[in-house]
């Protein structure tokens, strides 16, 4: 894996897709058709964006689960073990963040007890951020376009009742719908049809 040169934004999608395919595609090969249909949505939203954002965008969704893989998972939260791994590797700081905090990790991490870790990173808390989680929440484990209320009872099926995972996402889903319903307006107001 060639490493990411300092300011090499012009490469960075593909510098993404060839990690992310590296880490995930063998060992994790549902995963890895997640994020590539979370990366589809990603473009699809990056039209919101300047090209550097929409950049930024598609290569956040396709690593924003390589915290998954078994070579680099370290503390078991993805999230965490994903942005440890990508600032090793010379990602830009925004990438990371992203990475970091996608999808409210900043609760799952309050559950877990790992805030602190996490807080390394800040959420940016911008459009580019709610629309990766849109991409996250809107896509399935197979890869398939899906709505984020689906999404989420699939989460808590996936996971069964008990699991840490089906309760950080019941305590979450208030914020993951409001960044997809931000994101969705957004949409609207810019006259781009997703679907
Ligand atoms: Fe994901």
Redesign the pocket.
């Given at each position: 894996m060639r490493a990411l040169g300092v300011g090499d934004m012009d490469g960075l999608v593909p510098w993404a897709t060839d990690l992310a395919r590296s880490l995930l595609s063998e060992p994790c090969p549902s995963r890895w058709e997640?994020?590539r249909g979370?990366a589809s949505q990603a473009t699809l939203a990056g039209k919101l964006f300047t090209p550097v954002d929409a950049d930024l965008l598609v290569a956040s969704a396709v690593l924003?689960?390589i915290g998954y893989a078994p070579s680099l998972a370290c503390t078991g939260f993805h999230p965490l073990d994903g942005a440890v791994y990508l600032e090793a590797a010379g990602a830009p700081p925004r990438l990371c963040a992203l990475v970091a905090h996608h999808?409210y990790a900043y609760l799952e991490a309050e559950l877990r007890g790992m805030t602190a870790s996490l807080a390394r990173w800040t959420d940016e808390m911008t459009p580019v951020r709610d629309a990766l989680w849109w991409a996250?929440m809107t896509?399935t484990p197979k890869g398939q376009a899906t709505n984020v209320l689906d999404r989420i009872e699939e989460i808590q099926k996936r996971y069964g009742p008990d699991n840490l995972v089906a309760f950080f996402v019941r305590q979450a889903a208030p914020e993951l719908i409001a960044a997809v319903e931000r994101t969705e307006a957004r949409f609207r107001t810019a006259s781009i049809d997703v679907r």
């Open positions: 997640h994020v979370a924003h689960d999808s996250d896509t």
